[in-house]
């Protein structure tokens, strides 16, 4: 192979079930120079259960930005490197970008291998919004942090998703509850693709109380996924913001009217628009 087709690889591995890992990324793994990895021990595992004899390089968050250059020298003197993760999409809450932007800053080819996520896996088959969302990561650990974080969060960015420790995961819950209330809709992920997998549905309280059922709930990874705000019903829209929409439907497109009333009066464009359809008598 020469120098100018050496690259690093962005190489998805299982979140738990080791049969989750793509064909393509077992032979990428089998093929390349050098294996950089987040914990090699961990790592190690999973490629000697693939049969692969691989050398490893650490690549971590205390010796990301001091790792990346000698990664980068190694792939432009002609050896492919393949990037991987403890568990998942490398980057995604993980390690590796100061090493992806060296690479892009150096005119390294950088090719995904793409693969499981667990964002991606909880999102799929929650049962919330998917057509928009807002990964926040890991949240704070203290909980004044957290809740700064959750306020922060732009209204209309869709299902917020994030991931959270077993160990703080009640606590969080009683942030979220503080910030959103407790009736917002939520679904707890954990364990996905492992044996005890479970999507818990609810509400901050609820699923309080589930994990407080049974200590053992308390334990492994987790995905917390918040619900948009539910849509006002056309009875729970105040007279007077009815009567602006009306006076401005009167003179503008229904879009524009709509997102003018939500402007004025501090409320959600959709659930005006939806409001404006009923009246006009057209279908949503």
């Known amino acids: 192979m020469s120098v100018a087709e050496a690259v690093l690889y962005i190489v998805a591995t299982p979140i738990g079930h080791l049969d989750d890992i793509s064909q393509r990324a077992i032979q990428v793994l089998r093929d390349v120079a050098w294996v950089a990895a987040e914990d090699t021990r961990h790592s190690g595992k999973l490629l000697s259960h693939l049969g692969i004899s691989a050398r490893f390089l650490s690549l971590h968050d205390h010796n990301e930005k001091q790792r990346a250059a000698s990664l980068v020298e190694k792939i432009k003197a002609g050896d492919n490197v393949a990037l991987i993760s403890d568990a998942g999409t490398p980057l995604i809450s993980d390690p590796g970008y100061s090493l992806v932007r060296l690479c892009r800053d150096a005119g390294v080819r950088v ?14 088959c929650a049962g919330l919004p998917t057509d928009k969302f807002h990964f926040i990561g890991f949240l704070p650990a203290k909980s004044g942090q957290r809740q700064q974080v959750l306020k922060d969060i732009p209204a209309g960015v869709g299902t917020v998703i994030c991931y959270e420790a077993a160990r703080r995961i009640i606590d969080t819950l009683q942030d979220v509850m503080a910030v959103y209330g407790a009736d917002r809709e939520l679904v707890l992920a954990k364990e996905l ?8 549905h609810g509400t901050a309280t609820s699923i309080i109380e589930w994990l407080e059922a ?9 995905v917390l996924m918040i619900a948009p705000p539910a849509e006002k019903a056309a009875d729970d829209i105040a007279p007077a913001v009815q009567q602006t929409l009306r006076l401005l439907m ?8 709509a997102a003018l009333t939500a402007e004025i009066h501090g409320e959600k464009k959709n659930a005006l628009y939806k409001l404006g359809l009923s009246w006009s008598g057209q279908d949503e």
Request: hydrophobic share 40%; charged share 25%; proline share 13%.
């Open 250 to 257: 009167a003179e503008l497109p229904l879009k524009k009217a």
């Open 214 to 222: 049974d200590p053992q709930r308390c334990q492994g990874e987790m």
């Open 193 to 200: 693709t492992k044996t005890f997998e479970h999507f818990e």
């Open 111 to 124: 090719v995904p291998i793409p693969g499981p996520c667990a964002l991606i896996a909880a999102l799929c």
